[in-house]
């Protein structure tokens, strides 16, 4: 699948490139420079040749603008206080069909606060929030936000996490090893998942730990979603 990862420089946004390049996919690496998309593009084949012995690592870069356009998803890892301009700056570039995967985690960094505090936007959620900004016939999906970069950039390491997705998107998770997707109903439900990011920093804080993540018991008995 070709992906393109808004923000793909970022901690989040590059160990998920690296899982979605291990896994055999196409990643466009997103950045506000092209300097530093080339630059992350370099270190990721680095490191997939490294850990994979693999020479034909499908991974390139380019402005986020230029990312976006031939993807059939869009993953967007920025912080919250830069999501809106991220949005509307790709804005003109999505196209009907695609699907845009919000990892946007509202944190009150975003206002000078502490990063294990919650904000919450007034349409309810980052993911509904980038429902706005989106054109039509662009679906949004939120995910991603109750796995640590550290843990998606240790490629030593399984993920050992779920992750909330829909079906298209769960397709792509499932791919990585280790990663399992739960379909978590509607969008509205960001609002109960995207707190869980500030929560998993408290619990990292607490234990002096990097990884620690969340995994819902009883899903190998669920089967598919209907």
């Known amino acids: 699948m070709d992906v393109a990862i808004v923000g793909g420089t970022g901690a989040e946004g590059f160990g998920f490139a690296l899982r979605l390049l ?6 466009t690496i997103g950045s506000r420079s092209a300097e530093r ?10 490191i997939l040749r490294a850990a994979t012995d693999d020479d034909e690592i499908l991974v390139d870069g380019a402005l986020n603008e ?20 991220t949005y509307r700056s790709i804005a003109p570039n999505l196209r009907a069909g695609q699907i845009a995967l919000d990892a946007t985690s509202p944190l009150m960094t975003a206002v000078g606060g502490r990063p294990w505090e919650a904000i919450r936007p ?11 900004e989106v054109p039509e016939g662009v679906s949004v999906v939120a995910g991603l936000h109750t796995i640590a970069a550290h843990s998606l950039a240790d490629l030593e390491h399984a993920i050992e996490s779920d992750v909330t997705a829909k079906r298209r998107i769960g397709e792509l998770i499932a791919s ?8 978590a109903g509607p ?3 960001a609002r109960l998942i995207e707190p869980l990011t500030p929560l998993l920093i408290t619990v990292n804080r607490r234990y002096g730990v990097r990884d620690a993540g969340f995994r819902i018991i009883g899903h190998d008995r669920w089967g598919a979603p209907s």
Request: glycine share 6%; no cysteine; net charge negative.
């Open 187 to 189: 969008l509205a439900n």
């Open 66 to 85: 230029a990312a976006v356009e031939d993807a059939a998803v869009v993953v967007v890892t920025v912080p919250f206080a830069g999501m809106i301009d």
């Open 22 to 27: 291990t896994a055999g996919h196409r990643v």
């Open 176 to 183: 990585v090893e280790g990663m399992r997707w739960v379909d």
């Open 37 to 46: 998309a080339a630059e992350a593009v370099e270190r990721a084949s680095a």
């Open 122 to 132: 007034w349409q309810g959620s980052a993911a509904e929030l980038a429902a706005h």
